[in-house]
T-cell receptor
Framework: EDQVTQSPEALRLQEGESSSLNCSYTVSGLRGLFWYRQDPGKGPEFLFTLYSAGEEKEKERLKATLTKKESFLHITAPKPEDSATYLCAVRGNYGQNFVFGPGTRLSVLP | EAGVAQSPRYKIIEKRQSVAFWCNPISGHATLYWYQQILGQGPKLLIQFQNNGVVDDSQLPKDRFSAERLKGVDSTLKIQPAKLEDSAVYLC????????????????FGNGTRLTVT
């Protein structure tokens, strides 16, 4: 069974204080790992797809990386508007489903 | 491109009552998903449709939940009768399939319906 865990559960940063969020996964053949951002009262918003170990994707202050067992979402010099819950999901080769982790709640204080 | 539309945004019902949610996916997206998201948790799949056929409903509590996608476009999810533990946000997502990138295209979510069962 595909599984995803995320850490930390919650993270508070000062504006400009860089950090990383972790997504650990077990899957029967990785078809893709997906990062989403979710604001309160909204649906998850797609950020990145990673397909294979060693791959990296960047968008503004966010950079996602992938190994065979985990993915990291690096946040460089965050701003208060980066505050949100960040969700990680995997899709394996033998299933149609996207399995989500519980998310990391990020708060960036001015 | 219009996003995934869901209604209503909020619903409050008493236990044992029934409720229905509606979803209109992004135009051209053949695959539609309903997810349940309990506060503080990630979304959990309830049912997946490909056009108007069910692909996966293994996690749908079929004694009380039902869903349909009659014409391969809009979908409705119904709960009857509701229980207190059904309080959650119900998210609809759609996905483009087919073509070179279709097999690994991401989910696109609506803003969900927040259900409170009292």
């Amino acid at each position: 069974e595909d599984q995803v865990t995320q850490s930390p559960e919650a993270l508070r940063l000062q504006e400009g204080e860089s950090s990383s969020l972790n997504c650990s996964y077990t899957v029967s053949g990785l078809r893709g790992l997906f990062w989403y951002r979710q604001d309160p009262g909204k649906g998850p918003e797609f950020l990145f797809t990673l397909y294979s170990a060693g791959e990296e994707k960047e968008k503004e202050r966010l950079k996602a990386t992938l190994t065979k067992k985990e993915s990291f979402l690096h946040i460089t010099a965050p701003k208060p508007e980066d505050s949100a819950t960040y969700l990680c999901a995997v899709r394996g080769n033998y299933g149609q489903n996207f399995v989500f982790g519980p998310g990391t709640r990020l708060s960036v204080l001015p | 491109e219009a996003g995934v539309a869901q209604s209503p945004r909020y619903k409050i019902i008493e236990k044992r009552q029934s409720v229905a949610f509606w979803c209109n996916p992004i135009s051209g997206h053949a695959t539609l998903y309903w997810y349940q998201q309990i506060l503080g948790q990630g979304p959990k799949l309830l049912i997946q449709f490909q056009n108007n056929g069910v692909v996966d409903d293994s996690q749908l509590p079929k004694d009380r939940f039902s869903a349909e996608r009659l014409k391969g476009v809009d979908s409705t999810l119904k709960i009857q009768p509701a229980k207190l533990e059904d309080s959650a946000v119900y998210l609809c997502a759609s996905r483009k399939t087919g073509g070179m990138m279709g097999s690994n295209s991401p989910l696109h979510f609506g803003n969900g319906t927040r259900l409170t069962v009292t």
